[in-house]
């Protein structure tokens, strides 16, 4: 008999790594994680455009070694459209099908973002452009709590929508911890009649100073009562890994009770926190699972 959770799908985020311990901790990761099937493996690109040949070697690796549907990003920073489209095709000449489509971030220092010079302006630009260099799955990027450089919700709204209609597959969103914002993000973008997956992202929090720092770059709230919940544990790296285990799995088994049956996971090549999430979702090994 097949339940809910048989449905569940699953993805995983990697960045490069810069160092030999760090290729030792994302490899570890991958065997770990792999044998529970994900949808794809998506690996980061530095949002200033500054990781391409790690985020290449990192790809080719993965399509080489593993199972797993390896998805990199690509970004509008520092390249024109004739260098973005050489990445892509080399992609899709390794057996890529999968890519993640975003803008990108200005590099530190250089002020607000601005269009590279023959390049693609934004992501909707540069959707459009890689669905000309071949037919490539595309997902994109969404912010439940609206992106922080977005004027209001309705325009960053319509800027989704233009990413999708442009080409994209799916959008997968920032991550979040307050389940209500992404649940009324997904019911306006169905009232405004968009109805590709608005995937949910998570991000399994393995050092609250660092989550802090990430969502008041990327606009997202954090809670008081996540706040509270990691209180005075600085000095106490077993508990906290035992309160984030609690914090994402109360979140996606939430989610998953409203119906939501895809999740995204930024695993910061760590595996612990998300095989567990999975574990809960009903995600497992099939050996495991038999």
């Known amino acids: 008999m097949n339940t809910a959770e048989d449905n569940v799908q699953v993805s995983f985020e990697f960045f490069p790594p810069n160092s030999e311990k760090m290729n030792e901790t994302l490899w570890a990761s991958i065997g770990r994680l792999a044998p529970l099937e994900p949808r794809f493996v998506s690996v980061t690109y530095g949002a200033d455009g500054s990781t391409r040949e790690r985020t290449h070697a990192a790809v080719k690796r993965i399509t080489e070694e593993t199972s797993l549907t390896a998805a990199p990003h690509l970004t509008c920073i520092g390249a024109d459209q004739g260098e973005i489209n050489d990445i892509a095709r080399e992609y899709w000449d390794m057996g890529i099908r999968h890519l993640v489509a975003l803008r990108g971030d200005a590099p530190p220092d250089t002020g607000a973002y601005k269009p590279h010079p023959n390049g693609y302006d934004y992501a909707a630009d540069l959707v459009e452009g890689l669905r000309k260099v071949a037919d490539f799955d595309i997902s994109v990027a969404a912010y439940p709590e609206v992106h922080p450089e977005a004027s209001n919700a309705i325009a960053d709204l319509d800027n989704l929508r233009r990413k999708l209609d442009a080409g994209a597959t799916r959008a997968i969103t920032q991550f979040f ?14 009232a405004a009649g968009i109805d590709s997956s608005i995937v949910p992202g998570i991000l399994p929090i393995t050092r609250f100073p660092q989550l802090t720092r990430f969502a008041a770059a990327c606009g997202a709230s954090v809670p008081e009562w996540l706040s509270q ?41 760590r595996s612990e926190l998300t095989f567990a999430i999975c574990h809960a979702l009903g995600v497992r090994a099939k050996q495991a699972a038999a």
């Open 177 to 190: 911890f307050d389940v209500d914002a992404y649940l009324r993000y997904r019911d306006l973008c169905a």
């Open 229 to 269: 919940r990691f209180a005075g544990l600085e000095d106490d790296a077993e508990t906290r890994q035992m309160i984030a285990a609690s914090v994402a799995i109360e979140q996606v088994q939430r989610l998953q009770a409203e119906g939501i049956r895809e999740f995204h996971f930024y695993t910061l090549n």
